[in-house]
């Protein structure tokens, strides 16, 4: 594999996909290969293996999926366990079929156990039940991470999954209902402000703790995981810096710049109590991430302004 080699980013314009696409260019990758949904439907198997079979692919990033914040997890748990299968099941098996030399699964953190004791090792997946408000996404994911398993011990496939914690960033989904956190909380406060109302809506109870890491950075690593990481158990990709929802709403608040008062609306879920990562592994790598939060929550609301995500 060199900077020559044909890649194909699964998924590239997602907020993921995009980043890593920008990653693997900064670095010199040439030969990017990338689809849209209407050129290439990765739910379809038929569709999936004639594209393999044509391209003569060498690298995957498969970062193509279906994602949602907690609301959008629970209310469409049967659609988020089916797309996610399917798009694993039909890439990861094609990509054996048809000779690619090295693929990179995206997961999430939600694969492991919701009570488990943090920060969350690797070796911690599948030693107790998952949170109830993204089991389905978290079984596709968990699927998705030993399908790279098998095919690595069954086949010597060398096919590896990185597993980050809550990303942001820009092209993220800042819809009100289908989006995770950080871009709704800019949304909010953003249209707070300009709307100069007195208070903002906060979901749940402010006390959840998550860890947030800003998508270039999740970039960098999936890059470096793609040239030296071929170990079968799946690797954590985070910042290690946790906060409360309270105290991200506050820093959120500071950065848009929203003078009124924050309420919680505890008719919606906190979803799990608290996901910290273990990052040992990818920190012996040599990465460590370059945004701290407020950074990186600065970049995204200038580059929300600036793209016209909002008015
Ligand atoms: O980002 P989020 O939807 O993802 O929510 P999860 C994180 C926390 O922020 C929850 C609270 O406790 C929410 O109740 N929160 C407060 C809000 N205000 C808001 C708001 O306006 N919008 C949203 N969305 N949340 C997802 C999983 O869980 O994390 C997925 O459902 C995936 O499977 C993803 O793994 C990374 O961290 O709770």
Redesign the pocket.
Known sequence: MNQQSKIFIAGHRGMVGSAISREFSKKGYTNLLTKTRSELDLLDQKEVHEFFQRESIEGVVLCAAKVG???A?NNAQADFLYENLVIATNVIHAAAEYGVNKLVFLG???IYPKLVPQPMREDALLTGKLEP??EG??IAKIAGLKLCEKYKLQYGKDFVSVMPN?LYGPFDNFD?QS???IP??IR?FHEAKKEKKKEVV???SGT?L?EFLHVDDLAEAVRMVFEDYSELETINVASGEEVS?RELAEEVQKVVGFEGVLTFDSS?????PR?LLEISKINAMGWKPSYTLKSGLEQTYQWALETGELR
């Open positions: 914040g907690i609301l997890n999430s953190a939600c408000t993204n996404y978290a809550n009100l989006s995770h956190v709704a909380l909010k906060i979901w749940g959840p998550r929802i919606k879920p906190d979803g799990t996901k």
